[in-house]
C-alpha cells in the first residue's frame, strides 16, 4: 500500500460498528472463553460492554475521567481522576480495589499473574498481592508507566530518567536502570529478557534485564504511544511511524546493531497497534481511522474499518485471536469476528 487508500481485501462487512458515545482509551475482552464481552473504556466515567447478542450497556465505574487501563482477561480494571482503581466484570457489576488517601489521579495502572494489581498516584507505585496486602515503593519522579514482568513478582515502572525494576515482596528498594530522559511507558519482552520503554521523543530504549546493557531504537516521526509483541515473541511491532515499524528481539542482544522491519507503509501515521495472540498477523490502526490486518510474513493487507471518523485510540485482540475490537478518538468502536 503507497497511499492512505484502503486495499482492496475488506472485511468490513463482517465488522460490527458501534457508537461508543464518547472517545475510546481502551479496549479489552473480558469474561470466559466463548462467553466474552468487548469492554470499552470510555474517555469519560463510562465502560461500555456489549457481547455477541449485539446488546450494549453503560456502566458508570469513575466519578470523572478514566485515566489509565489494564485486563487480566477476567475483569477491566481501571484508574480515574477520582482516584479510585476499579474493577469491572463481563455482568457488569463493579468493584473497588483502592482508593488513594489523598484523592490522587490513579495515572498507571497494570495487572500481573494470579490477580495481582499495580498502580501509581503522584510519585508512589502500589502493589495489592494476590492476598490482598498493599506493598509500596516512592519512585522519585511521576511514573508513566507500570509493566510486570511474565514470571514472577517483578514490576517495571517508566519514569523520568530511566526505569525502576521492582520487587514488591522484597526489602529492597527499586533497582534503577538509568537512561536521560523522560520514560512514558513500558513492557518487557515475553520470555523476560528485556524491558523497554516508550519516550517523550520520538525514540524507544531498552535495557538487557542480565546486566542492564542499552538499546537505542530511534528514527520515528512521532512519539511512540503503542507497542505489541509478536505471538512468538520475537519481535516488538510499534506505531509512531508511516510503516509498521518491527524490532527484532530473538537474538541475545536483541535489536543491537540490526535495522527493524517495515510493513504496511502510507502517507498517514500508524497510532495503534496489536499483534494476533497466536498467529503472525498485526492489526494496525491510522491516525486517519483506517484498521488494517497486515501479516508479518509476506505483509499481505486487508481492510478492517475505513478512513474517517478520527484518530485510532485502541486495539485488541481476544485470547482466542478470534475477535478483534477497535476504538477512536470520535467515539466510533467496532467488532471484527473471524
Request: some cysteine.
Amino acid at each position: 500500500m503507497t497511499d492512505i487508500a484502503a486495499p482492496s481485501n475488506s472485511l468490513v462487512d463482517r465488522t460490527r460498528t458501534i457508537d461508543a458515545g464518547a472517545p475510546v482509551v481502551a479496549v479489552a475482552f473480558i469474561g470466559l472463553k466463548g462467553r466474552e464481552v468487548a469492554a470499552f473504556a470510555l474517555g469519560e466515567d463510562t465502560v461500555l460492554l456489549t457481547g455477541d447478542d449485539g446488546a450494549e450497556r453503560h456502566i458508570a465505574v469513575h466519578d470523572g475521567g478514566i485515566l489509565s487501563v489494564a485486563s487480566d482477561g477476567a475483569r477491566l480494571i481501571t484508574g480515574g481522576d477520582d482516584g479510585r482503581v476499579m474493577a469491572t466484570a463481563p455482568d457488569g457489576t463493579t468493584s473497588e480495589i483502592a482508593a488513594d488517601a489523598k484523592r490522587r489521579w490513579i495515572d498507571n495502572v497494570a495487572v500481573g499473574r494470579d490477580g495481582v494489581v499495580a498502580w501509581s498516584a503522584g510519585k508512589d507505585v502500589f502493589v495489592r498481592t494476590p492476598k490482598g496486602e498493599i506493598r509500596t515503593a516512592e519512585v522519585g519522579s511521576t511514573p508513566g508507566g507500570l509493566a510486570f514482568a511474565p514470571k514472577g513478582l517483578r514490576l517495571a515502572v517508566a519514569r523520568y530518567g530511566g526505569v525502576a525494576l521492582w520487587f514488591p515482596n522484597a526489602k529492597e528498594p527499586p533497582e534503577p536502570l538509568e537512561w536521560k530522559g523522560s520514560h512514558t511507558g513500558v513492557t518487557f519482552s515475553l520470555d523476560g529478557r528485556f524491558v523497554v520503554t516508550t519516550m517523550q521523543e520520538p525514540s524507544l530504549h531498552g535495557w538487557r534485564v542480565a546486566d542492564g546493557k542499552h538499546m537505542r531504537m530511534s528514527g520515528y516521526a512521532a512519539k511512540v504511544k503503542s507497542v505489541s509483541w509478536t505471538a512468538d515473541g520475537r519481535e516488538l511491532a510499534t506505531a509512531g511511524a508511516d510503516a509498521l515499524v518491527l524490532w527484532p528481539f530473538h537474538g541475545k542482544d536483541g535489536p543491537m546493531g540490526q535495522q527493524p522491519r517495515l510493513l504496511a507503509p502510507a502517507k498517514d501515521l500508524i497510532v495503534a497497534v496489536a499483534c494476533h495472540p497466536r498467529e503472525p498477523v498485526a492489526a494496525v490502526g491510522y491516525e486517519s481511522g483506517m484498521v488494517l490486518l497486515v501479516r508479518l510474513e509476506d505483509s499481505a493487507e486487508i481492510v478492517v474499518r475505513r478512513p474517517g471518523g478520527g484518530a485510532v485510540t485502541a486495539l485488541a485482540w481476544n485470547a482466542a485471536g478470534t475477535r478483534l475490537g477497535f476504538g477512536t478518538e470520535a467515539g466510533d468502536a467496532g467488532l471484527l469476528a473471524l
